[in-house]
């Protein structure tokens, strides 16, 4: 009988096109995150559907969310390739359905379904290292991936703004074709993952779907996504609505772990976070997420209303942060397994520290070197966490659990990205408020960030005061991510490794932790 197919015994070759055609599935569905910021708003403006425009993220995100931990323990039971060709699928379909759609709640359904389709890409890309490469070499490899996770978010608005640049092209609209771009990617992927993929460590076992769990995580996640969209425009802070949303939250929460820590199989097993590494990672990757979407979505508002930048010139000053993070995650990745991780853990925030501290100094007056300089900090911080956190929880976990181990730190940094981006906004619009108001803009001191949109309309004294009420408001939510961060490079200096990949000690550390649960 033929020998299990493992990453000892894999050939280069079949390993090679394996990793790249799920290092391509990996871009497609970063950049597809955020394509539609600068496509969308020439997609809401041809059907006349502006109100429905933040939906065609908040649809992607949402999905994208709640399918990251079903899809990681899905893998974990039936074996990467299978769930691959799942996402793929989704993914090509959401696609051709969002490159023909004759109006805009059919783009938003397919976004929906694509988010549905990157849920799925994410985690198993990330997990399949595990497989494909002994624990020495995936630092190198978790490395390119991060380089490619940042280049993904920085070309998605290039994208985007290039093709609805196009315009009306006769028999279609320039905005169609940043969809149907994918559909000859993921035939791409699927043919460079047609062979067979390496055993999974639950081989032969009869897999038991944790349906009960499935359903509480994703209520729960569902509530929680929704809850910070309308946070602050549909119901305040302290409120009736937002309290009993928190409450409903907290009983699903407690119910999840009721049924997981019962479940033969669970979606989420909870002894996971007993782990000092992964608890560690997620609270970091959380920070990240958090961090990432304030220079996603403020640093755009402010080069293109308060410079003046062009979509695509604006998108161009971004990529030096993913030019940072391309550099530190390809040579932190390259060098992980003679440095070990402490040095990147450590780095990371911290330099992302102090890109957020020269960010909360931003003025109407575009210091270009001063710019440029914290954008590139912050992708270096970034790029020092993407390869060396994704390493250490892989190579500190159960094998037989490393996708569910994998999606559930991955999902703690998009839950990062949805609560900062309502967070963020909500200390903005009250910085802007208060500021306005103190200089005698009272009437227009409620519009938040839509302030901008009273530029050009005022007169030119009052468009300055616009930009540094603007700015004012911005420097001081980035200053409450500092603060945030240095709360994560306080957890990067205690970071502490549990090295247990492929030897007795997973044995030993899962008995240890589950002892007084013999369903796990």
């Known amino acids: 009988m033929a020998d299990k197919l493992t990453f000892d015994n894999i050939s280069s070759r079949q ?49 994208e969310t709640v399918t990251i931990p079903l899809s990681g323990k899905l893998s974990d039971l039936y074996g990467r390739k299978k769930l691959l060709i799942i996402g793929l699928t989704l993914f090509g379909l959401a696609s051709l359905a969002a490159g023909v759609a004759p109006n805009m709640w059919v783009v938003i359904i397919a976004r929906a379904i694509q988010g549905a389709g990157g849920g799925i890409l994410i985690p198993v890309a990330t997990a399949a290292v595990s497989d494909l490469y002994a624990p020495e070499e995936r630092g190198k490899i978790q490395g390119a991936l991060g380089a490619l996770f940042g280049i993904g978010m920085g070309a998605g608005p290039l994208i985007g703004g290039f093709f609805a640049g196009l315009g009306d092209l006769g028999f279609i609209h320039g905005w169609h074709l940043a969809f149907l771009i994918n ?49 602050g425009k549909a119901f305040d802070v302290v409120s009736i609505p937002s309290l009993v949303i928190i409450a409903i939250i907290i009983a699903v929460l407690k119910a999840f772990a009721y049924v997981e820590h019962r479940a ?36 755009g508002m402010y080069l293109q209303k308060i410079i003046g930048f062009s979509p695509v010139d604006a998108g161009l000053y971004i990529l030096i942060m993913v ?25 990371g925030p911290v330099l992302m520290c102090v890109a957020y501290y020269m960010f909360s100094y931003i003025t109407p007056e575009f210091d ?67 500021e306005a108001t103190s200089r005698g803009l009272g009437g227009i ?23 540094t009420v603007f700015t004012d408001g911005v420097g001081t939510a980035f200053g409450f991510v500092s603060l945030a961060l240095i709360i994560a490079s306080i957890i990067g200096i205690r970071f502490k490794i549990v090295k247990m990949s492929q030897t007795a000690e997973i044995v030993q550390f899962t008995e240890n932790l589950t002892k007084d649960n013999p369903k796990q």
């Open 15 to 63: 390993r090679n096109l394996i990793m790249t055609g799920l290092a391509i599935a990996l871009f497609a569905a970063c950049f597809d995150g955020t394509v539609t910021t600068t496509c969308g708003p020439t997609i809401a403006s041809q059907f006349n559907a502006s109100d429905l425009l933040p939906w065609l993220t908040t649809g992607y995100l949402l999905m």
């Open 183 to 231: 559909l000859p990617v993921v035939l791409l992927v699927l043919y460079m993952c047609k062979h067979e993929f390496p055993v999974m460590a639950n081989e032969g076992k009869t897999p038991s779907i944790d349906f009960k769990g499935s359903a509480l995580i994703s209520l729960a996640l569902i509530l929680v996504v929704m809850y910070f969209q309308f946070l």
């Open 264 to 299: 033969a199989e669970p979606i989420m097993a909870l002894h996971i976070f007993e782990n000092p590494t992964v608890r560690s990672a997620a609270i970091m990757l959380f920070v990240l997420g958090f961090a990432i979407v304030g220079d996603e979505l403020f640093m």
């Open 323 to 347: 030019f940072g993070m391309i550099i530190a995650s390809s040579v932190g990745g390259a060098l992980l397994n003679k440095t070990g991780t402490k040095p990147w853990v450590i780095a």
């Open 368 to 434: 270009q070197p001063v710019f440029c300089l914290s954008e590139f900090l912050f992708g270096l911080g970034s790029g020092c966490l993407l390869a060396s956190l994704m390493t250490a929880v892989q190579n500190s976990c159960d094998h037989s659990e490393v996708g569910m181990t994998t999606s559930a730190v991955n999902l703690m940094r998009n839950i990062g990205s949805t609560i900062g981006t309502s967070v963020l906004t909500l200390i903005v619009n009250a910085a802007i408020f208060s």
């Open 445 to 467: 001191a409620e519009s938040g960030t839509g302030i901008l949109d009273y530029l050009g309309t005022l007169g030119p004294a009052t468009d300055a005061v616009i930009k």
